[in-house]
């Protein structure tokens, strides 16, 4: 079973993906760059207002998918240089006090409409069971 997420609470997706996609009790999010959905443009300032802006496009996909940060098991962070790692780090974690997820974290050449950051994640967290009640929630609601 594979169901597509989406919320007006994060960016649109800029291309042919899906905000996220659920299958088997897992959520894939697409990676999330610092746009603000409310003017769907980026975020001025640094490395960290992108970030937070990052992490705030996650929170809102994880909860229109009945998800929460809790759930998130892997993350990868593109950085456009290791030199924002450290201040990176600091806003990422603030989201992850405790059982922070798997991550891997690496600089990149260019990311999109040129951020600083993109991060894509994983969450697990619901049962089957529960995966198969939201399925049939959506299927009548449609």
Request: proline share 5%; glycine share 6%; charged share 20%.
């Amino acid at each position: 079973m594979k169901n597509a997420i989406h919320t007006d609470q994060a960016p649109k997706a800029i291309g042919p993906y899906s905000q996220a996609i659920e299958a088997n009790g897992m959520l894939f999010i697409s990676g999330q760059i610092p746009i603000d959905p409310a003017t769907a443009k980026v975020v001025e300032g640094g490395i960290r207002e992108q970030t937070l802006q990052v992490m705030k496009n996650i929170g809102a996909i994880l909860k229109a998918a009945d998800y929460s940060y809790a759930d998130v098991v892997k993350s990868t962070c593109l950085l456009s240089t290791m030199d924002d790692f450290a201040a990176m780090n600091e806003v990422y974690g603030s989201f992850y006090q405790q059982n922070p997820p798997a991550r891997a974290a690496y600089a990149v050449v260019k990311l999109p409409l040129g951020v600083l950051i993109e991060i894509e994640t994983i969450a697990c967290g619901a049962s089957l069971k529960t995966q198969l009640e939201r399925h049939c929630e959506r299927s009548e609601a449609i």
